[in-house]
């Protein structure tokens, strides 16, 4: 069997660890459990960590369980938080426990007949039959206030130190979390719980209420993985636009993988360990190979194709990759012209700045006036003709000069004006 703690250690995804786990682990086949909350209908890149770590827990021959939160989820974890979460109504839990559902059977075969074989619950199946009082007298007996309050996460909010205080509601999430695990405890024979660092708290509440419930004899461990940063101290997971998604119909393929592909040199060695399922050797040498030739940015062309096929495929990282490239080529209008809307709009949608009705190219723009009065792309009608004199603005691909005119002859797919400024400034015009 192999050691599971030892292959999350040398990768940088071990934070805190209840001893006795690693020892048990390599005993014998052991069900571990992590929790996932459906605070949306898809999951981003954050959540990428605790998926690969139930992956790697399969490979290491032992059985998974994710957990969708349907019941928790209606509580908000205050782990972490420092202002109370908004609370969903039940139809839109209900699609979001669907959607990450969705997701996270791409990554784990729910239907699989081996012995261990991936499981996938949710925590409202039992939850949902609890009377308030039934639930304080089975389950909240067992553990006291001075026990709860001594926890981080709920010491922050009650000081001040982060929020204005925590409600009933939120103060019960670790009772519920700890509830979990001992139902699955008693279900699944399941014996460790994994999660983010910001969860020891909840998960050793959950390890005393298996020993309690459980009688003192119930074997329950815990282990936790660091919270993923990046190097400059900034949010992980966050591109200009807003969160990286795992569904491509949120982030697209060509996001995606441009999102790993723009990582940094300090960051790219570290998650080339925590985000692909290299082994330790290649990438030692992806690493001293990208020390003796940085600029090659092998490391980071390796670290996004891994990852993109994981999460979608190798077909769509061959199409991110030959949108990549494009982008990048010295391409030219016919070229814009053949490789269609979608493939134009994935690249450069985002650049969309400005509209001109067709009316208007049809009958001709100045360029500078084009490029200043009517599209705002530069300030005033000096920066503007101050660029065009420069050789520093391209249509198209095309420099122009002086005394261009922009017409409906620039209009490309029917509908878009590609603008250059510089090597790596675009801009989109859409005609209306």
Known sequence: MKNFVEELRWRGMVHDIMPGTEEQL????TTAYIGFDPTSDSLHIGSLVPIIILVHLQKCGHKPIALVGGATGMIGDPSGKSDERNLLDEAA???NVAGIKRVLSRFLDF???DENAPVLVNNYDWMKEFSFIGFVRDVGKRITVNYMMA???VKKRLTGEAGSGMSFTEFTYQLIQGYDFYHLHKKYNCLLQLGGSDQWGNITTGTELVRRMNGEGAKAFAMT????????GSKFGKSEGGNVWLDADKTSVYKFYQFWLNTSD????????????LDREEIEALIAAHHEAPHLRQLQKKLAEEVTTFVHSAEDTEL???KSGFAFSNFDKAELENVGEEFFTDIF???????LPLASLQQGIDIVLALSDETKIFPSRGEARKSVIANAVAINKEKVAEGFVLSDKDIVLGKYILVQFGKKKYFVIEVK
Do not use: H, Q, R, W
């Not at 390599?26 to 086949?29: G, L, S, T, Y």
């Not at 993985?225 to 400059?232: E, F, M, S, V």
């Open 349 to 355: 949608g985002e650049f969309i700045v400005a509209e």
């Open 151 to 153: 926890k981080d996460s």
């Open 111 to 113: 239907n699989s007949s």
């Open 320 to 322: 991110a990759i030959k």
């Open 225 to 232: 993985c660091p919270l993923i940063t990046k190097a400059d």
């Open 93 to 95: 839990l209900e699609k």
């Open 266 to 277: 300090a960051d790219a060695e570290k998650y080339i360990k925590i985000f692909t399922f």
């Open 26 to 29: 390599m005993k014998e086949m």
